[in-house]
């Protein structure tokens, strides 16, 4: 599966941005969906996950309350709804995809990445 991420820009704190990742392929609806992100200088964190039918939802601490993960199956898209934006929350986003098991926050789980999307959250 191939994943395109996008939404991203430059928001000022406490603004909205919604992210998307489109995927390639029939099978989209087979497969857990993830988000990331690293901010600069730092590793790669969770943001939060999806399974397969968007019955179940995974959340960082950092994100709880201000961001909303979804999906389309119809459309073969995830998105991040992200509110109440922090200048913390700079940093690339990555969607990820793994074919089975649960809403994962370990990215070693995750089979299939896209290229990710700039956020960038001004003070």
């Known amino acids: 599966v191939e994943l395109q991420a996008s939404g991203g820009g430059l928001v000022q704190a406490g603004g909205s941005l919604r992210l998307s990742c489109a995927a390639s392929?029939?099978?989209?609806?087979?497969?857990?969906m993830g988000w990331f992100r690293q901010g600069p200088g730092k590793e790669r964190e969770f943001v939060a996950a999806?399974?397969?039918?968007?019955?179940?939802?995974n959340y960082a601490d950092s994100v709880k309350g201000r961001f909303t993960v979804s999906r389309d199956n119809a459309k073969n898209t995830v998105y991040l709804q992200m509110n109440s934006l922090k200048v913390e929350d700079t940093a690339v986003y990555y969607c990820?995809?793994?074919?089975?098991?649960?809403?994962?926050?370990?990215?070693?789980?995750?089979?299939?990445w896209g290229q990710g999307t700039q956020v960038t959250v001004s003070s």
């Open positions: 999806i399974s397969w039918s968007g019955g179940t939802t």
């Open positions: 392929g029939r099978t989209f609806g087979n497969y857990v």
């Open positions: 990820a995809a793994r074919r089975f098991g649960s809403a994962d926050s370990n990215p070693g789980a995750y089979d299939y």
